[in-house]
């Protein structure tokens, strides 16, 4: 299908992008398009103006800062990907950038924009709540942080306001023995998340867990933390048993999605044995 007609700007700089969406509050920003472009297509959405942020080089970046790991929002799921710098520092991030689309969706779409676009199946979300991320949101009135925990408001729905850019995402380095892994079944038509579970464990000693951190998607309306599955892990010593039965809180509080591809109960199935997988993978990961 064609898209309903639209004007289209491209911003040069953030202050340009920020001015265009102040004097224009039904204008969309367009980042990678690989989620925007779809829905215009399909005419879900029908924005009379584009924002295009793809070109501003100043939100393209990985880097360490204060103790942090600073990631423009314009960072593309490949560079994500393929950084080595992640890869020695915080592995969840390439592990779940490569299960995403195909070469490339990821040399396209950004992290900046998944996030944004809250996609109940996206596979960033549950990473960016794992990690207790903070978002940054920045607008003409200035910037204001975002937790992981308050982002993710529902269905394609974030706390971001209107007029507002999401900027930069942080997470906070990590001392000690961590353990990480993203696991996901992969719808077989779309590739997106039937389910995906991201793990971000601290170790005490070799297998006794002093935190865990949990996000999970696919699964409901919007990425969540199993916070019953959490609380069972911390502190104590990690085998199959205590695993397994940590593991059958995955969907407890949850209203869980059924469909033609899987039934509420076949997630909820699937929602215990990918915390069991990806618990068992981030054990590894650790070493
Ligand atoms: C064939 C295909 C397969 C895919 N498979 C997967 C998959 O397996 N897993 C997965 O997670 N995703 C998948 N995707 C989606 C892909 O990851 C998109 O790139 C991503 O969801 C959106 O990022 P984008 O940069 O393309 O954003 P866009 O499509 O440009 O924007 C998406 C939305 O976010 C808003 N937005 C963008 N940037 C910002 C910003 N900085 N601040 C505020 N709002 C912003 C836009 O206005 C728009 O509403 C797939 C897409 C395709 C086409």
């Known amino acids: 299908m064609i898209s309903a007609p639209f004007d289209y700007v491209r911003a040069n700089t953030l202050d340009e992008a920020l001015s265009l969406l102040a004097q224009n509050e039904d204008a969309k ?22 924002d295009d942020i793809s070109r501003i080089k100043d939100l ?14 314009m960072t593309t799921h490949y560079q994500i990907e393929s950084s080595d710098l992640l890869k020695n520092i915080c592995p969840l991030l390439p592990d779940c950038a490569s299960h995403i689309g195909d070469l490339q969706v990821r040399n396209k779409g950004t992290i900046g924009g998944s996030v944004a676009h809250a996609d109940p199946a996206g596979d960033w979300p549950a990473a960016i709540i794992a990690l207790n991320a903070e978002m940054i949101a920045t607008s003409k009135n200035g910037e204001r942080t975002i937790k992981a ?3 993710f408001v529902d269905m394609l729905t974030t706390a971001l306001e209107p007029g507002e850019i999401l900027r930069e995402i942080r997470i906070n380095k990590t001392n000690g023995r961590t353990g ?16 995906g579970v991201a793990v971000n464990l601290l170790f005490n000693g070799d297998s006794e867990c002093k935190s865990a951190s949990i996000g999970i998607t696919g699964v409901s309306s919007k990425a969540y933390r199993p916070s019953a599955v959490e609380t069972a892990l911390n502190g104590v010593t990690l085998d199959e048993a205590t695993i397994g039965s940590a593991a059958a809180h995955a969907t407890d509080g949850v209203d869980v999605n059924g469909d033609v591809f899987a039934s509420d109960e076949y997630r909820k199935h699937l929602a215990t044995v990918y915390v069991r997988r990806a618990i068992a993978a981030a054990m590894e990961q650790a070493g």
């Open 29 to 50: 920003l367009l980042a990678g398009g690989h989620s925007l472009i779809p829905a215009m297509k399909l005419r879900l959405a029908q924005p009379p103006l584009l």
């Open 60 to 73: 393209t970046y990985i880097r360490e800062e204060a103790g942090q790991i600073r990631i423009g929002a």
């Open 149 to 151: 925990d308050d982002f």
């Open 180 to 195: 990480h892994a993203y696991a996901k079944m992969h719808h077989p038509a779309s590739g997106f998340a039937v389910v």
